[in-house]
């Protein structure tokens, strides 16, 4: 087996971690209209690498700058707060970030279609 289906068959074996992530992060981003942060949260999840480094222009960029920078930063900061992501800053190469809490991705990346995941995949 790959790693992708080890981590869907442990995801999906594990009903409460599944129900963990679906109802007490991703329906709390929809019930809050946090699009920014869903967004980011589909950039992470669609990476080949779970644990990828996407930098702040990347995601930028990815999500076609239909986000500003203020609401990368605010849906960053929150997902740093909540244990989410994980924040490097580097002289002369901005701000990047990666996964803290590599299953949520995992998790997310198993509801989300090959076209979505094409869309919000780095090239």
Avoid at 10 to 17: A, C, N
Avoid at 26 to 31: G, I, V
Avoid at 83 to 111: D, H
């Amino acid at each position: 087996k790959d790693l992708k289906e080890y981590w869907e068959d442990m995801l999906l074996s594990h009903d409460d971690l599944g129900s963990y992530f679906d109802e007490s992060i991703w329906k709390d981003l929809q019930k809050r209209k946090f699009h920014s942060a869903m967004m980011i949260c589909k950039v992470f999840a669609s990476q080949k690498e779970i644990d990828t480094e996407v930098s702040e222009e990347a995601l930028l960029s990815i999500t076609k700058f239909s986000l500003r920078r203020k609401e990368v930063r605010e849906a960053t900061n929150w997902m740093i707060k909540t244990g989410i992501l994980l924040q490097r800053r580097r002289k002369n190469e901005g701000i990047s970030y990666r996964a803290a809490s590599p299953n949520i991705f995992r998790w997310l990346g198993m509801q989300l279609d090959e076209e979505e995941i094409k869309k919000w995949r780095m090239q």
